[in-house]
T-cell receptor, first 114, second 114 residues
């Protein structure tokens, strides 16, 4: 596609529920990033994929967070047993080159845990 | 611990005048800096970047200045236009140790009024 596509745009989850957030990067982009943006804050790094390999997951806040990109294109961020502090906008970004910095962000998924 | 700081949450400027957005960082290993612009309900969009080997980079109406000794950078927009009204994020990276991971500030809301 022309840009990075994220779905759903909005998700309301009850505390304790599992959620899955999807990211479709720009076709052919090698690098894929997930960021979390809490209200009033800047984006914070969660994890990085180069093709299907997850090279950095140091930003994942707990073992309830899991990300995958099995075929090197679409990625899914899964949050198990959601808690209120997980409420945030989850941004996905992709880059054509390995470690590219001026990457393209999607519009994000706004997750609200109630 | 916030490694990239944008101490002004908002800035209001008249159309045609200069907008100056400031950013400070604490990590001396950062060697690449970017500015992103974000409109409501959209993901951040890459605007301009600068490497630590330079002290200035210009792209049309946008100029970024880097003062390594002060660990400070600024974005100048001249002349400012109403369409520039958005949240501006400063971001930094240590290219030697991370694969594209960016550290973001909290953002500055720029409002350009006619």
């Amino acid at each position: 596609g022309a840009g990075v596509s994220q779905s759903p745009r909005y998700k309301v989850a009850k505390r304790g529920q599992d959620v899955a957030l999807r990211c479709d990067p720009i076709s052919g982009h090698v690098s894929l990033f997930w960021y979390q943006q809490a209200l009033g804050q800047g984006p914070e790094f969660l994890t990085y994929f180069q093709n299907e390999a997850q090279l950095d997951k140091s930003g994942l806040p707990s073992d309830r967070f899991f990300a995958e990109r099995p075929e090197g294109s679409v990625s899914t961020l899964k949050i198990q047993r959601t808690q209120q502090e997980d409420s945030a906008v989850y941004l996905c970004a992709s880059s054509l080159v390995q470690g590219g910095y001026g990457y393209t962000f999607g519009s994000g998924t706004r997750l609200t845990v109630v | 611990d916030q490694q990239v700081k944008q101490n002004s949450p908002s800035l209001s400027v008249q159309e045609g005048r200069i907008s100056i957005l400031n950013c400070d960082y604490t990590n001396s290993m950062f060697d690449y800096f970017l500015w992103y612009k974000k409109y409501p309900a959209e993901g951040p969009t890459f605007l301009i970047s600068i490497s630590s080997i330079k002290d200035k980079n210009e792209d049309g109406r946008f100029t970024v200045f880097l003062n390594k000794s002060a660990k400070h950078l600024s974005l100048h927009i001249v002349p400012s236009q109403p369409g520039d009204s958005a949240v501006y994020f400063c971001a930094a990276s240590d290219r030697g140790s991370t694969l594209g991971r960016l550290y973001f500030g909290r953002g500055t809301q720029l409002t350009v009024w006619p």
